[in-house]
């Protein structure tokens, strides 16, 4: 038997129907257990205000407590003809408790009640993404300290240029992980606010504590604006996405370096080979199927903030069903990004260098440029010494000296990784997840 919200005395055409419903059973999927969270601080405040009976507050609690276990368990279903989350739900507890199972959506629109279900869970991913974003950076910080003495050719052009170091390479890439924590930061603090109680998007003549249901679920603050909470739909998915994406970028990459340094031109590092393929017909080949497929997922999950803003970005104030698409690109771009990042560690973690690359003489002329600043340091004018070892290099006379010392700030000898990682720490800190996990458990409990 169909129930649904909105549901008056006449059928929808069945096509019509399945064209306007499209993915939104499954994809509620990943709302369920943050439905019943905001309804358990929606009907908590609705008993304070008068709207319900304690008692009633009492099952009702019993029951979405019994939902949402359901719902971590795996075992939550949104039945057939049961249009959205927010129907299983009602319908689920009406099931049980009759008449007192239609009382919880006083106050609420289906609008509110979906921003909120939405805030919640990226509130929750971005979380799991942080943490999988430390585990990498940790990684990276070991590993670059623990060859932070290995020299490597350091390129410009696809040129060999310079003298690097594995230390250098995997600290930048350590580096670039705390610069996108600034990103996702900026995406908890704007998700962090409670939209519900904005109805429809223009409130609700019931006196509603909307203060008090922002203290139940862990909010820093409340959307004030009930306008603006509704116009936060879809730009709350815009700037997470923007946040994704820079970590993907980072992670892309570092897979291409990956893929490069590992072939046989470069031979600069050995992957775990559980981590590479074999072909059909070449027995000797060992792709890097893995990185491939995480500078794959890595970009594509790039074109996030550009899908999201193509949807939302010519709609006037109030909501319009062209918002329930964004749902289909941006729900699973967590996951797939927790996978990449997961991988990534993994890989990381059991990576090795070649510790001998610069013993091959074509990469003797990346010293060239430590020889120019040796005989300037020396007195000799700088283009002088430059000419000098450009025509040495020409004549094939040209011997390195490969004992570099480089001191200052960021530099081979100085790679400042307890300052990058004091940084990262600093990053995190400043989310304050504790509050939240204070506030969920307090409300479960």
Not at 291 to 317: G, T
Request: glycine share 6%; hydrophobic share 40%; with cysteine.
């Amino acid at each position: 038997m169909a129930h649904k919200l909105w549901e008056k005395n006449f059928e929808v055409n069945k096509e019509i129907e399945r064209f306007t419903v499209g993915r939104d059973r499954e994809l509620d999927l990943y709302l369920a257990k943050y439905d019943v969270l905001g309804s358990m601080a929606h009907i908590t405040m609705l008993e304070s205000i008068g709207l319900l009976k304690k008692d009633e507050l009492e099952v009702l609690l019993v029951e979405l407590k019994k939902i949402y276990q359901l719902a971590e368990d795996g075992k939550f279903v949104i039945e057939d003809g049961v249009e959205d989350v927010h129907s299983q739900v009602e319908l689920m507890l009406t099931d049980k408790l009759g008449d007192i199972g239609k009382k919880i959506h006083s106050g609420r629109s289906r609008n509110d009640q979906v921003l909120l279900d939405l805030k919640l869970f990226t509130r929750h991913e971005l979380h799991e993404v942080v943490d999988h974003v430390k585990i990498l950076f940790d990684e990276l910080i070991q590993k670059s300290n623990q060859y932070k003495d290995v020299l490597m050719p350091g390129y410009t052009h696809l040129q060999i240029a310079m003298p690097s170091s594995f230390g250098l390479w995997f600290g930048a890439y350590a580096e670039s992980l705390v610069d996108d924590m600034f990103f996702l930061e900026a995406a908890w603090r704007m998700t962090n606010r409670n939209p519900l109680g904005s109805a429809a998007g223009y409130g609700s003549s019931f006196p509603l504590n909307r203060q008090m249901t922002t203290d139940l679920l862990g909010f820093d603050s409340m959307d004030y604006n009930v306008v603006y909470a509704q116009m936060g739909r879809g730009k709350m998915e815009r700037n997470v996405a923007f946040a994704l994406a820079t970590v993907a970028g980072t992670l892309a990459k570092l897979a291409m370096d990956a893929c490069m340094f590992n072939c046989q031109n470069f031979g600069f590092v050995h992957l775990p080979k559980e981590c590479t393929t074999g072909s059909s017909i070449m027995p000797h080949k060992k792709n890097p199927d893995v990185f491939e497929l995480i500078r794959a997922k890595s970009n594509k999950i790039q074109s996030l903030p550009q899908q999201v803003m193509m949807i939302m970005n010519n709609l006037p104030c109030g909501y319009f069903r062209d918002l329930q698409i964004i749902k289909e690109v941006f729900l699973p771009a967590f996951g797939e990004l927790e996978d990449c990042l997961q991988m990534t560690a993994y890989i990381i973690n059991k990576m090795e260098v070649n510790e001998h690359i610069l013993d091959n003489p074509m990469y003797d002329p990346i010293f060239s440029v430590e020889e120019v600043n040796r005989l300037a340091a020396a007195g000799m004018p700088f283009r002088d010494a430059y000419k000098k070892v450009g025509l040495e290099i020409e004549a094939g006379t040209f011997t390195p000296d490969k004992n570099i010392h480089h001191t200052h700030a960021g530099s081979i000898g100085n790679l400042c990784n307890d300052k990058i990682s004091a940084l990262m720490d600093e990053n995190i800190s400043r989310f304050h997840f504790e509050k939240v996990a204070s506030a969920v458990e307090k409300l479960l409990g």
